[in-house]
């Protein structure tokens, strides 16, 4: 994906996302806070809001945790970022 191309990792993502065989809970989790992370770019605060409710909802091991602690407090900036708005 490209940071010059927010749209087309829009699209990308979205498609990666409505796959029949959903990728392992960490993985699902990263695309879906990568695609609030896009919708908050291209000005899309609804998208955002449901990609950040879908990965809070999923299923993750403390591993999972772990190894997306990063991921986990981009997706707090963002809730917080969309709560200001």
């Given at each position: 994906m490209s940071k010059e191309n927010p749209e087309q990792g829009a699209r990308i993502l979205d498609h990666a996302l409505t796959k029949e065989t959903p990728a392992c809970p960490a993985?699902?989790?990263?695309a879906l806070i990568?695609?609030?992370d896009?919708?908050?770019q291209l000005d899309?605060?609804?998208t955002a809001r449901a990609r950040l409710?879908?990965?809070a909802e999923l299923?993750?091991?403390d591993s999972d945790r772990?190894?997306?602690a990063d991921d986990i407090r981009r997706a707090s900036d963002l809730a917080s970022e969309l709560l200001v708005e």
């Open positions: 993985e699902h989790y990263r990568l695609r609030a896009l919708a908050v899309d605060p609804a409710t879908e990965a299923p993750l091991h772990e190894a997306l």
